[in-house]
């Protein structure tokens, strides 16, 4: 799994690099603010990207003696310096944006660099519907980021292409730079969502409700023979899920026979929930708390 995520990583690195090619070539071209605020985001792709793929290479290497849980979360290290990288760069284009707003020039929007820039952000597009497929498939954090921050290229990418149009059609040289400005503020919002969400990963937020439900859910139909599940708890790092709880079972059943339930238990779970680090403490019934996950 994490194999593939490096593949991935990796492809996007070349993709940043070509994107970025495309969109330096079209602020060249035309001189325009807004298209200068879109390949300094391609600055900040290419960065990202490249950290996407250190993290994920790190996040492969088995657990060890310092490290007895994996590497998994290096993936969250990595989305957290592409929500500051985004962050740098949105002000940046902010300071660009407020010189031009001061200075106003003419910029020049010619049909080759508008097919340039338009080129450069179907690629972008593409690789970012690609990215949230296959990073939610093979939940991988780096990935995710990298996706979402190719989604926020592409909004910035159509916003400038029009204000640029727009400018030149009407003649108003300032709704250049506010473009660009408004450019600076989605990718700042963006940057600021993106390092909230790798930052949550890296404390141990609880998993999403739906991922509750489910383990709730497999819990109370597939643990017959027990009493009740209780103390749930899940969190996850990076691919993997780890999944902790306490499970209730008749005093006097036999140890053999409290194991084969936990294995069905956690046969069900990964079967469900894919990957995932499962640790099940049995308890006689004298332990039930009568608050957590009835047995059906």
Wanted: proline share 4%; aromatic share 6%; with cysteine.
């Amino acid at each position: 799994m994490l194999h593939r995520a490096e593949t991935l990583a990796a492809i996007s690195v070349g993709v940043a690099l070509a994107v970025l090619g495309l969109k330096a070539a079209a602020w060249w071209m035309t001189g325009s603010v807004a298209l200068f605020a879109d390949a300094m985001e391609s600055v900040v792709n290419v960065a990202a990207a490249g950290a996407a793929l250190v993290a994920i290479r790190f996040a492969a290497i088995p657990a060890d003696a310092n490290h007895p849980y994996g590497h998994h979360k290096a993936e969250y290290f990595a989305a957290v310096l592409n929500g500051a990288l985004i962050l740098a760069a949105a002000f940046v284009i902010l300071y660009e944006a407020w010189n031009a707003w001061l200075s106003p020039r003419v910029p020049l929007l010619t049909a080759g660099a508008f097919a340039v820039s338009l080129t450069a952000t179907a690629i972008n597009a593409f690789w970012s519907w690609v990215l949230f497929r296959r990073g939610k498939a093979l939940r991988s954090p780096a990935l995710l980021a990298d996706a979402r921050h190719l989604l926020a290229d592409v909004v910035t990418s159509v916003g400038a292409l029009a204000g640029l149009a727009l400018a030149l059609a009407t003649g108003l040289l300032w709704l250049d730079p506010l473009l660009g400005a408004l450019t600076a503020l989605n990718i700042l919002y963006s940057g600021l969502r993106l390092v909230r969400e790798s930052v949550g990963g890296l404390m141990d937020e609880a998993v999403p409700p739906e991922t509750q439900g489910k383990l709730r859910d497999i819990l109370a139909t597939e643990a017959e023979g027990a009493i009740e599940a209780h103390d749930i708890r899940a969190r996850q790092a990076g691919p993997r899920l780890f999944i902790e709880f306490h499970l209730v079972v008749p005093g006097e059943m036999r140890v053999v026979e409290a194991h084969a339930i936990c294995d069905r238990v956690e046969a069900a779970l990964r079967k469900a929930l894919g990957e995932a680090t499962i640790t099940i403490h049995v308890e006689p019934e004298g332990k039930a708390k009568h608050r957590g996950v009835v047995v059906l």
